[in-house]
C-alpha cells in the first residue's frame, strides 16, 4: 500500500522511502560528490539496500528520533534527493542530499524549502542545518533561504584523512 506523501511543492514530492528507492539511493550516496562533505565514505549497493530498509522498519517506531523522507518529482516517482530532519531538545537539525543529476534546478531549494514551512507548521524549535565550512553549494542554499550563520559554532572534525570545519546555520 502506496502512503501519502508528507508534503507536495511546485514541482516536488516529500514522500516516505520506499525499496524500489535503493537503486537511486545507492546513486546519492554511492557518489563520492555526495559524501564528499559528510563523515561517511561512499555506499555499496548492499548497503543501500539495508540502509533502504531500515529506514522503513523505523518508520513504525514511534520512539524514532530521525526522519528520512524521499524527494521525487511529480512527473517521475523517481529518487532524486532526501530529505533529513532530527528533532532535539531546543531544536530541529535538517539535512539534504540530491542526486548529480537533478543539481541545478533548484530542486533542493524547492524541497528544503517546503521542508522548512512543513516543520514550522509541526513544531515550534529553531530550525538549524550543520554544513562542511567548505561546501560552497549548501551553505548558499541555506543563506537563500534566510538561515545565518551561527557565529559562536565552529566544530573541527578529522575524517577521511584531513582536517575540516563545520558551522551551524539558524533559521
Not at 548497503?47 to 528520533?65: F, G, H
Not at 533548484?106 to 514551512?117: Q, T
Not at 572534525?157 to 570545519?165: I, L, M, R, Y
Request: net charge negative.
Amino acid at each position: 500500500m502506496k502512503k501519502p506523501p508528507l508534503f507536495v511543492t511546485e514541482r516536488l514530492i516529500i514522500r516516505p522511502i520506499q525499496l524500489s528507492d535503493s537503486q537511486a539511493y545507492f546513486e546519492i550516496f554511492g557518489a563520492e560528490d555526495v559524501a564528499e562533505f559528510d563523515d561517511f565514505e561512499p555506499i555499496s549497493k548492499e548497503e543501500a539496500i539495508e540502509d533502504v530498509k531500515l529506514i522503513i522498519e523505523k518508520e513504525t517506531d514511534s520512539a524514532r528520533d530521525e526522519f528520512e523522507f524521499a524527494v521525487t518529482t511529480k512527473e517521475s516517482d523517481d529518487l532524486i534527493g532526501v530529505l533529513y530532519f532530527k528533532p532535539e531538545d531546543e531544536c530541529l537539525f535538517i539535512g539534504y542530499h540530491f542526486h548529480g543529476n537533478s543539481r541545478g534546478k533548484g530542486f533542493a531549494r524547492e524541497a528544503v524549502a517546503g521542508l522548512i514551512f512543513f516543520l514550522k507548521s509541526k513544531y515550534a524549535q529553531q530550525i538549524r542545518a550543520k554544513v562542511d565550512a567548505e561546501n560552497i553549494r549548501s551553505i548558499h542554499l541555506l543563506e537563500q533561504l534566510g538561515f545565518q550563520r551561527m557565529e559562536d559554532y565552529a566544530i573541527a572534525q578529522f575524517f577521511k584523512g584531513a582536517d575540516h570545519v563545520e558551522w551551524c546555520f539558524e533559521l
